[in-house]
């Protein structure tokens, strides 16, 4: 079975710093996906990033980026620029290729930029 | 309007009611499921569906039933609720086709559900 692991319940921020969120997996699948999703306070999943475990090439999408280290099966996101709207709860989670697109989740944590 | 939508948006019950739990998409998406989030534990799988007639158990289907009444439309419901199914449940949809863009899961807005 997977896990995914996010040792960060909570997290600030200034606004138009950076900060990075940690996510930690456990599998034994060489061939896999992996994300992040945002839930603002409106509860709506917001499908942030996401990188396939075949690329060693990071993941970037405008202010957001990851940092997949696939040996030590670390994910962290990194948002650059943070903005009040960054304001969110953040999933990291895990999906084996080709198995159903079921997804397992990790904890959660809760970003908070502050003005 | 939403690709993927789910009523109510909020519910409060009673413990020992019948509840069911309604999401409708308009993705054209042949997959579907239902996620259970909690505080602290993420979302968890309760129920998948990859077409009308594949129906599967996910990590925590205790307790709950589902039906796909159509390729469009997936139903959750809980024969007698109790008091700890109070969670936020999403519905979400992802699509069959290759890796392109059959990995991605597009979810509702979610509906919280109180059993008293």
């Known amino acids: 079975a997977q896990t995914v692991t996010q040792s960060q319940p909570e997290m600030s921020v200034q606004e138009a710093e950076t900060v990075t969120l940690s996510c930690t997996y456990d599998t034994s699948e060489s061939n896999y996906y992996l994300f992040w999703y945002k839930q603002p306070p409106s509860r709506q999943m917001i499908l942030v990033i996401r990188?396939?475990?075949?690329?060693?090439q990071n993941a970037t999408e405008n202010r957001f980026s990851v940092n997949f280290q696939k040996a030590a099966k670390s994910f962290s996101l990194k948002i650059s620029d943070s903005q009040l709207g960054d304001t969110a709860m953040y999933f990291c989670?895990?999906?084996?290729?080709?198995?159903?697109?079921?997804?397992?989740f990790g904890g959660g944590t809760r970003l908070m930029v502050k003005p | 309007d939403a690709d993927v939508t789910q009523t109510p948006r909020n519910r409060i019950t009673k413990t020992g009611k019948r509840i069911m739990l309604e999401c409708s998409q308009t993705k054209g998406h042949d997959r579907m499921y239902w996620y259970r989030q909690d505080p602290g534990l993420g979302l968890r799988l309760i129920y998948y569906?990859?077409?009308?007639?594949?129906?599967n158990k996910g990590e925590i289907s205790d307790g709950y039933s589902v039906s796909r009444q159509a390729q469009a439309k997936f139903s959750l419901s809980l024969e007698s609720a109790i008091p700890n199914q109070t969670a936020l449940y999403f519905c979400?949809?992802?699509?069959?086709?290759?890796?392109?863009?059959?990995?991605?899961?597009?979810f509702g807005a979610g509906t919280r559900l109180s059993v008293l």
């Open positions: 979400a949809t992802s699509d069959s086709a290759g890796s392109g863009g059959g990995n991605i899961q597009y």
């Open positions: 569906s990859f077409d009308v007639k594949d129906i």
């Open positions: 989670a895990f999906m084996i290729y080709n198995a159903g697109n079921m997804l397992t």
């Open positions: 990188q396939e475990a075949y690329k060693q």
